[in-house]
């Protein structure tokens, strides 16, 4: 049973960081991709960043340059270091793995941390 489990979210004030983990559990796919969605109040899921197995990464466009996706495949854990934290990053942020790495291709998801950046 593939089990993916989001920590490290919280209150920051706008220009600080934060560091979120996923510790995923039961997924042996040798090719995959992970990532990070999050989802705003009143606003659609999207996505954030994105790892594949080989190493390639994806960002959108408003958390270039401050926000890093890595993975510690020893350990089978997600991160997420997000810096110069601005409002706008306020929302649920999400987990997902799956085999390929369009937000539909995602079969599994986290529940979820929250992250509220204050101004």
């Known amino acids: 049973q593939v089990q993916l489990l989001e920590s490290g979210g919280g209150s920051v004030q706008a220009g600080g960081s934060l560091k979120l983990s996923c510790a995923v559990s039961g997924y042996d796919y040798i090719y995959y991709c992970m990532g990070w969605f999050r989802q705003a109040p009143g606003n659609k899921r999207e996505g954030v960043a994105t790892?594949?197995?080989?190493?390639?990464?994806n960002y959108t466009a408003s958390v270039k340059g401050r926000f890093t996706i890595s993975q510690d495949n020893a350990n089978n854990t997600l991160y997420l270091q997000m810096n110069s934290l601005k409002a706008e990053d306020t929302a649920m942020y999400y987990c997902?793995?799956?085999?390929?790495?369009?937000?539909?291709?995602?079969?599994?998801w986290g529940k979820g941390t929250l992250v509220t950046i204050s101004s």
């Open positions: 790892i594949d197995s080989d190493g390639n990464t």
């Open positions: 997902a793995a799956g085999e390929y790495c369009p937000e539909s291709e995602m079969n599994y």
